[in-house]
């Protein structure tokens, strides 16, 4: 088990920006593929990024690609979503996840470990 937890969240107008964290407990961080998906009201959880365990690699939805960027502090087990340009769209729940194993993710049946979750709400 890897307890998973996201801060960050917040309420920000169109146009501004937030930074997401998610820590992670245990000395075993840097096994582990990172990534976040979202869940908007209604709708189903859907990938947002996702990054290896060296931070080299990473994936992007096409809708948060060149707004969005995850990174990783493998010393300090956190991983960060920097979110710029943010849209009233990109309003949802935010959860911090893990995978076991190499590469990058987008599949979210391909998660071992889920977050508590974080609100970000834009307002227009």
């Known amino acids: 088990q890897v307890p998973l937890v996201e801060s960050g969240g917040g309420l920000v107008q169109a146009g501004g920006s937030l930074r997401l964290s998610c820590a992670a407990s245990?000395?075993?961080?840097?096994?582990?593929?990172m990534g976040w998906f979202r869940q908007a009201p209604g709708k189903e959880r859907k990938f947002v990024a996702s990054?290896?365990?060296?931070?080299?690699?990473?994936a992007y939805a096409d809708s948060v690609k060149g707004r969005f960027t995850i990174s990783r502090d493998n010393a300090k087990s956190t991983m960060y979503l920097q979110m710029n340009s943010l849209k009233p769209e990109d309003t949802a729940v935010y959860y911090c996840?893990?995978?076991?194993?190499?590469?990058?993710?987008?599949?979210?049946?391909?998660?071992?470990?889920w977050g508590q979750g974080t609100q970000v709400t834009v307002s227009s």
């Open positions: 996840t893990a995978r076991r194993g190499a590469g990058t993710f987008r599949a979210s049946a391909a998660v071992h470990y």
């Open positions: 245990g000395s075993t961080f840097v096994s582990y593929t």
């Open positions: 990054i290896n365990w060296a931070g080299g690699l990473t």
